[in-house]
């Protein structure tokens, strides 16, 4: 059974930052094979794709968090991280990872697992 497990959601002051954190375990091929993402979807929004360390090294931001946010990835411990610095009210959402096996970009994605969402508040 494959499960993607995020953590670190929470609430904080704008101008504040959370690191949140992805675990996979039971993927079908070698964690390392897949490209991993995180998207976030807002009240009344569409899914947005947010970062992708693609499989063979390539990260890609989507312009609404570039030069906010860093994504990395921690191979041995099958975890992707997201890092979140100067954090706004827009970016309440709930944040979610996900993995796509094999190489995509952030503008992809078309991811093959989801996790079930870590709930990311910046009250006004």
């Known amino acids: 059974q494959v499960r993607l497990v995020e953590s670190g959601g929470g609430s904080v002051q704008s101008g504040g930052s959370l690191r949140l954190s992805c675990e996979a375990s039971g993927l079908p091929k070698i964690y390392g094979d897949y490209s991993m993402g995180w998207f976030r979807q807002g009240p009344g929004n569409k899914r947005e794709a947010l970062a992708d360390f693609a499989y063979g090294g390539e990260i890609t931001y989507a312009e609404s968090v570039k030069g906010r946010f860093t994504i990395s990835r921690d191979d041995a411990k099958n975890t992707v991280y997201l890092q979140m610095n100067n954090l706004k009210p827009e970016d309440t959402s709930v944040y979610y990872c996900?993995?796509?096996?094999?190489?995509?970009?952030?503008?992809?994605?078309?991811?093959?697992?989801w996790g079930q969402g870590t709930r990311v508040t910046i009250p006004s």
């Open positions: 996900a993995a796509e096996w094999g190489w995509t970009s952030v503008e992809n994605m078309s991811p093959d697992y």
